[in-house]
C-alpha cells in the first residue's frame, strides 16, 4: 500500500508539467524571452518604449497569426509577418507610449495564432516611469470661497532624479479669475545642484456661484 501511494504521487507532477511549462519541443509558436523590463525612464524616454521579441515556430506546420491585442491603449504591437514557415522565426515589435503615465507599468501583449495545441502567445513589457519633473501638490484644493473672495497656495516645481537642470521658460492660465507669480527659489534639501522652484497661485472666485477648475501649464527647456 505504501509503495502504491508513493507512486501515485510520483505521477502527480509529470502529468502536471506540459500544461504549466512548454520548451522548444513542444512545438507550436516560441518566444525564448517573452518579458523585457525597461527598467526607469524619464518622460521623454518614455514616449517611445520599443522592444522586439523573437518568435519561432518549432511544429512541423506553418503557423497564422490571426490576431493580437495588448492590455492598454497607448501600446501597439506589430509583426514582420504573419505567416510563419515551420522552424522560421518572425518579429513582433511592440511599442508602448508612457509619457503621460508615472510609476509602475506593465502591459500584456495577447497572439492569437490557429496553432491547435498551443494557440496563444504572451508577451509582457514592464518599466517604472519616473517624470522629469514634479508638482506638488496636484490638484491644489483651495476649499469653499465666496463671491469675490481670494485665495493663494504655494506651489512647487522641481526635477525628478532623472534630470539634472532646468529651467522654466513660461507659465500658461486661461483663466482670468487666477493669477500666479513665481517666488525666490528655494534649494532642493536632497541635491545641491537641483532647484525647487516655488509658485505663488492665487485664485479670485468669480460673482456667480459655481464650482470652478483651471489648469496652470508650466513650458520648461526639458524636451
Same mark, same amino acid.
Given at each position: 500500500m505504501n509503495r502504491g501511494r508513493m507512486g501515485l504521487f510520483m505521477l502527480l507532477p509529470l502529468l502536471a508539467c506540459p500544461s504549466c511549462s512548454r520548451g522548444p519541443v513542444d512545438?507550436?509558436? *516560441?518566444?525564448?524571452?517573452?518579458?523585457?523590463?525597461?527598467?526607469?525612464?524619464?518622460?521623454?524616454?518614455?514616449?517611445?518604449? *520599443?522592444?522586439q521579441f523573437i518568435l519561432v515556430n518549432t511544429s512541423k506546420s506553418p503557423i497564422t497569426i490571426t490576431g493580437n491585442q495588448a492590455t492598454v491603449g497607448c501600446t501597439a504591437a506589430t509583426m514582420d509577418k504573419n505567416v510563419i514557415a515551420p522552424g522560421a522565426s518572425a518579429v513582433l515589435t511592440v511599442k508602448a507610449d508612457w509619457s503621460a503615465t508615472r510609476g509602475d507599468q506593465q502591459v500584456h501583449v495577447l497572439l492569437t495564432t490557429d496553432d491547435k495545441q498551443f494557440p496563444n502567445v504572451t508577451i509582457v513589457i514592464s518599466g517604472q516611469i519616473d517624470p522629469d519633473l514634479f508638482v506638488s501638490p496636484i490638484p491644489v484644493q483651495l476649499g469653499v470661497m465666496h463671491a469675490g473672495q481670494e485665495a493663494s497656495q504655494e506651489v512647487r516645481l522641481g526635477p525628478s532624479s532623472m534630470v539634472s537642470s532646468f529651467a522654466v521658460t513660461g507659465v500658461k492660465c486661461t483663466d482670468s479669475n487666477l493669477s500666479i507669480k513665481a517666488l525666490p527659489p528655494l534649494t532642493n534639501v536632497s541635491s545641491t545642484t537641483n532647484l525647487v522652484l516655488p509658485y505663488l497661485v492665487s485664485v479670485k472666485a468669480p460673482n456667480q456661484k459655481e464650482d470652478d477648475q483651471t489648469s496652470v501649464v508650466f513650458t520648461t527647456s526639458l524636451p
Open positions: 512545438g507550436g509558436l *516560441i518566444c525564448s524571452s517573452p518579458q523585457f523590463n525597461f527598467g526607469t525612464l524619464g518622460t521623454a524616454a518614455a514616449k517611445d518604449c *520599443i522592444h
